[in-house]
C-alpha cells in the first residue's frame, strides 16, 4: 500500500488496508467458500446466447430496476425456500457485499449503530466505518450459537438500526434457529433506534450467503417476511449457487425496505451483462445446485473425519456446521499450519478466534490432498 501523505484520504481510513482473503495461484483453493464445480456446458451456453441478445442493446442503460431478474429470483425462491414472494419484495446487486452496503447507506449512518454476533463475517465492521455507522457485536456462545438472552437485551439497550444475523454464520458454520431469530424479530419489534425518530424500530437483516447448504427440511428466514415488515433476507448466487464470478447478490423484504435500497443504489448498478449471465444460471437451476448435496456429504464427512484426529494429544475441535466449509481448531500456532499447507499447495483461511482454522469444501481430490497434507502437517507440527 502506498498512499502518499499529500492526498486527502478520510481520516478514519488513514492505515486501513483492502479487505480480501490471499488469490494465490496454487493447486487446491478452499479458503473463499466457493463451489468446486463450474458451469455445464449446456449453462455456458445459455449464458453465451443470453449474452449475445443483451449485446445489442449495450449502447443503451441497463433496466435499473432489473425486473426480469428479480422475477427469475422470486421463482428461485419459491422452488427452493417455498416462500411466496412478488418481485417487488427482490432486489439484486453486484454480490451480497454490495446489497450489504445499500443495507447500511440506507438504514445505518452517523449517530446509528449495527449490532452483530462475534466471531462472524469480517465484513460488516467495513460496511459500518463506510458509512460511519457504529459496529457493536454481542459474542457467541463457546459452541459458536447464538446467546439468545445476551442478544435480546443488547438490542433492547444499545437500540441499534441494523441487527444482524448470519445464519449459517462465516466462519464457524452455526445456522440459527427460527426460534432464535423469532426471538431476535421479537425484541427489535419492542427496541426503539438511536438516531431514528421516536416509533422507530431495528432491521433485522439475516445473511443466509450459505443456506442451500442447511440441512434437509429446514426452513429459511425468508418464510418470515410476510410477517415482519422490519426483516431482511440477504441471499448470493456466489456459495451453493456456484457463480461466485458473476457477482450477483440479492436481498428478500417487504417493499418498505426495498424502496429504501432503492433510494441509495447507484443508477443502473446492476450491467445488462451481470443481468444477463444471472438469468442464464436461473434458467438451470437444478444444474447449478447439482452437487450441493454431495458438498454436505463431503462436509459431513470432513467433520467426523476431524473428530478421530488428535493434536498435541487433545482431539481436534469442531464445530458444528450446516454451511460448505468447516471450522476448526485450537492449534497454539495456526499461522505455522496455515503455512505449512500453503508449502503444499493446500490453501486454507486463518480467521476468526485465535487457534482456529476455515476449510471449505473441495472436490473428492481436492479433500483427499487437504487431508493428506493436514496429517503431515499436524504431526510435524508436534515434533516441534
Ligand atoms: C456471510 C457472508 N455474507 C456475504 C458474503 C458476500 O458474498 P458475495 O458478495 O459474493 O455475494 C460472504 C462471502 O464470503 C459471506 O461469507
Known amino acids: 500500500m502506498s498512499i502518499p501523505s499529500n492526498l486527502p484520504l478520510r481520516n478514519d481510513l488513514a492505515g486501513e488496508e483492502p479487505y480480501g482473503a490471499p488469490q494465490l495461484d496454487v493447486p487446491v483453493c478452499l479458503n473463499v467458500n466457493e463451489n468446486p464445480y463450474a458451469p455445464s456446458e449446456a449453462v455456458i451456453d445459455t449464458i453465451l446466447e443470453r449474452v449475445r441478445a443483451v449485446a445489442p442493446t449495450l449502447n443503451r442503460y441497463p433496466d435499473r430496476e432489473h425486473a426480469e431478474l428479480r422475477k427469475a429470483l422470486a421463482a428461485y425462491l419459491r422452488k427452493e425456500s417455498q416462500v411466496e414472494l412478488e418481485p417487488e419484495q427482490i432486489w439484486a446487486a453486484n454480490g ?22 462475534a466471531p462472524t463475517y469480517s465484513m460488516y465492521p467495513e460496511y459500518a466505518r463506510d458509512t460511519f455507522t457504529a459496529w457493536t457485536t454481542v459474542p457467541r456462545n463457546a459452541d459458536f450459537t447464538l446467546d439468545v438472552d445476551a442478544a435480546v437485551k443488547a438490542i433492547l439497550e444499545t437500540r441499534p438500526s441494523i441487527v444482524l444475523i448470519t445464519s449459517p454464520n462465516n466462519p464457524t458454520g452455526t445456522p ?14 419492542k427496541a426503539g433506534v438511536d438516531g431514528a425518530p421516536e416509533g422507530t424500530h431495528p432491521l433485522l437483516v439475516v445473511d443466509e450467503a450459505y443456506i442451500e447448504f442447511r440441512r434437509p427440511g429446514k426452513p429459511s428466514a425468508t418464510t418470515l417476511i410476510a410477517d415482519h415488515p422490519n426483516l431482511a433476507v440477504s441471499r448470493t448466487m456466489s456459495k451453493a ?11 428478500a423484504a417487504n417493499t418498505g425496505v426495498i424502496d429504501s435500497l432503492r433510494i441509495v443504489r447507484m443508477p443502473y448498478h446492476l450491467s445488462a451483462v ?12 437444478d444444474e447449478q445446485l447439482a452437487q450441493v448435496g454431495h458438498l454436505r456429504d463431503t462436509r459431513d464427512a470432513l467433520v467426523d473425519w476431524f473428530r478421530q484426529q488428535t493434536y498435541k494429544g487433545q482431539p481436534i475441535q469442531v464445530a458444528d456446521t450446516d454451511s460448505n466449509f468447516v471450522f476448526f481448531g485450537v492449534f497454539d500456532d495456526r499461522e505455522w499450519i496455515f503455512n505449512e499447507l500453503l508449502n503444499r499447495g493446500v490453501l486454507i483461511r486463518d480467521v476468526g478466534p485465535e487457534g482456529w482454522l476455515r476449510v471449505c469444501m473441495g472436490t473428492d481430490e481436492e479433500m483427499e490432498a487437504f487431508k493428506s497434507a493436514f496429517l503431515e502437517v499436524i504431526r510435524l507440527a508436534e515434533q516441534r
Request: aromatic share 10%.
Open 96 to 117: 451480497s457485499n454490495e446489497i450489504m452496503l445499500q443495507v447500511f447507506q440506507a438504514f445505518g449512518g452517523p449517530g446509528r449503530t449495527a449490532l452483530g454476533f
Open 176 to 189: 440459527a434457529t427460527m426460534e432464535q431469530i423469532e426471538a431476535l424479530l421479537a425484541a427489535c419489534e
Open 241 to 251: 449457487f456456484a457463480y461466485a464470478g458473476a457477482r450477483v447478490g440479492y436481498i
Open 274 to 285: 451481470t443481468q444477463a449471465v444471472a438469468l442464464a444460471a436461473l434458467d438451470h437451476t
